[in-house]
């Protein structure tokens, strides 16, 4: 667990777990890699361990170069052997995006930077947590590192990476929806 988002993660979360359904946009640079890839394990978890109908899913980038694109052939290939079929079309970030999601997961420390800016008013902002918060495997990662000019390896460990911090958000979200008081 990070603790420098500790404090973000606490507050977005208790709010979250008093909404009907819950609504989570996973963003990243150029919504081809990262950003597609979480919005894909978080989909396979929620379908085999929660209430698909009580959750929305979606991914953006806050760069707009691959508008309409498929994720990353590169991405696709290695989340597809964990049996993860990503089919999401790139698109940016939008303003609506704060009111229309619950939860805003940046990748990174830039991607994080570039949401607080776009965020419409500081209240809207603390739906921003980023994905480190959630992971507790390879503590030395405060941020889902950019795989595009790595090799296989790069992709590999943004997977390992995705899979732990999904699975904990979903754990996190669950637990606090059961038991509020007990995580306060
Ligand atoms: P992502 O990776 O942010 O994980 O989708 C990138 C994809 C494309 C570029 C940068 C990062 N790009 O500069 O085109």
Redesign the pocket.
Known sequence: MMDIYEKRRRRAIARIAGLPAVKVLFV??????????AHGVMQAIVDAHGDSALWHIDSA???D??TGDL??RR?RVHAQRRGYSLTHR?RQVRETDFDDFDLIVP?DAS?DRNLMRLAPSTELAEKIVPMAAWIDICTRYDH?P???YEGAEGFEL?LDLLENACNRLFDDIEREKKAPAENK
């Not at 990243?28 to 597609?36: H, Q």
């Open positions: 990243c640079l150029g919504n081809i890699c990262r950003s597609p890839a980038g806050t760069g170069y691959h994720p990353d991405m790139a990748m991607n889902v950019d795989p595009y943004v």
